[in-house]
T-cell receptor, first 115, second 118 residues
Framework: EAGVAQSPRYKIIEKRQSVAFWCNPI?????LYWYQQILGQGPKLLIQ????????DSQLPKDRFSAERLKGVDSTLKIQPAKLEDSAVYLC?????????????FGEGSWLTVV | AQKVTQAQTEISVVEKEDVTLDCVYE???????LFWYKQPPSGELVFLIR??????QNEISGRYSWNFQKSTSSFNFTITASQVVDSAVYFC???????????????FGKGTHLIIQP
């Protein structure tokens, strides 16, 4: 079974530029998450989708970050304009079931450097 | 308040030694899940174990074992006879039944960087 796919793996941009990350979850997984992991810290949840609806985006900096999952499968996370503090790994994850306590499977992440 | 604390930032041991990674959590819920993930240099978080709050039995999987103690709010992870391939960052995480907003995302600790020297 294929895992969570993410692209691009690495991206370097200048501050104030924009960037987009793509994620394809494990086949059949209805729940999709985007996490931000700053160097030396644990991942932090940015947004959670259930099919194509947003369950929680309370920690998403909405002035610059946006995410969508239009057909309930793939998802895109966009940052515009980027700031230096956005340098991090952006991890996409998915889960087969709704509700708390389900095992969440992660992709390899998209590494962003803002200079 | 930090909900998952991994006080050990970095641990370095020689191969074949046993090593224990500590995890202390904080929650007001009586129903919750605890997880351990491994993050090798490639970056992917690899799921290791999930344990619910009603099951305090220790678990052993090969060289890995987990000790869950509700009385001390701890969920420690032991690697027996460590190997170089065990080198990675290990994260403990908490999923609470009532985290608010309907979300069920995980709350992670800051991780412990484990270095196994040959």
């Amino acid at each position: 079974e294929a895992g969570v796919a993410q692209s691009p793996r690495y991206k370097i941009i200048e501050k104030r530029q924009s960037v987009a990350f793509w994620c394809n979850p494990i086949s059949g997984h209805a729940t999709l998450y985007w996490y931000q992991q700053i160097l030396g810290q644990g991942p932090k949840l940015l947004i959670q989708f259930q099919n194509n609806g947003v369950v929680d985006d309370s920690q998403l900096p909405k002035d610059r970050f946006s995410a969508e999952r239009l057909k309930g499968v793939d998802s895109t996370l966009k940052i515009q304009p980027a700031k230096l503090e956005d340098s991090a790994v952006y991890l996409c994850a998915s889960s087969s079931q709704t509700g708390w306590g389900n095992t969440i499977y992660f992709g390899e992440g998209s590494w962003l450097t803002v200079v | 308040a930090q909900k998952v604390t991994q006080a050990q930032t970095e641990i370095s041991v020689v191969e074949k030694e046993d090593v224990t990674l500590d995890c202390v959590y904080e929650t007001r819920d009586t129903t919750y899940y605890l997880f351990w993930y491994k993050q090798p240099p490639s970056g992917e978080l690899v799921f290791l174990i999930r344990r619910n709050s009603f099951d305090e039995q220790n678990e052993i999987s090969g060289r890995y074992s987990w000790n869950f103690q509700k009385s001390t709010s701890s969920f420690n992870f032991t690697i027996t006879a460590s190997q170089v391939v065990d080198s990675a960052v290990y994260f403990c995480a908490l999923s609470e039944a009532y985290s608010g907003g309907g979300a069920d995302g995980l709350t992670f600790g800051k991780g412990t960087h484990l270095i196994i020297q040959p």
